[in-house]
């Protein structure tokens, strides 16, 4: 049976295994190269569709991760977890969506809710 606690307990040696290998920070790299893949598939999939199916209790905002060069897009490339982009950030996006920008639907569908859940939170506080 599932237990917080042995969740807890098993995501923490996970996290420690996979600082200490540190070679390859992606996750998915990290899962095939531990055997917690499945290598027999005919399909590979991408990191998120990994945890997707390996963690479905952890929220995707979490870990998908969106790039960015920075306002004016000459900085480093730098990745953060969706929940961790700033409001403005997020509602350029989307504007950049509707305006005929092409990303993945899975991105558009995280971002809305992400705005959702910060509008709830804020409303939540004003209560």
């Known amino acids: ?63 998908k991760m969106w790039g960015t060069y920075g306002k004016d897009g000459n900085q480093v490339l730098k990745h953060s977890p969706i929940m961790s982009m700033n409001t403005d950030h997020i509602e350029a996006i989307l504007r950049d969506v509707k305006n005929g920008m092409k990303i993945d639907d899975s991105y558009v569908i995280l971002f809305e809710k992400e705005l959702r859940l910060r509008k709830l939170k804020k409303y939540k506080k004003e209560i």
Do not use: C, H, T
């Not at 049976?1 to 390859?24: C, H, P």
């Not at 095939?32 to 999939?45: C, E, F, I, P, R």
């Open 1 to 63: 049976m599932r237990s917080e606690g042995r969740i807890d307990a098993f995501l923490n040696a996970l996290g420690k295994e996979w600082k200490r290998q540190g070679v390859d920070l992606r996750f998915a790299q990290f899962m095939v190269n531990n055997g917690l893949s499945n290598l027999d598939a005919l399909y590979q999939y991408e990191e998120a569709e990994i945890m997707e199916g390996n963690f479905p209790d952890i929220d995707q905002r979490e870990y």
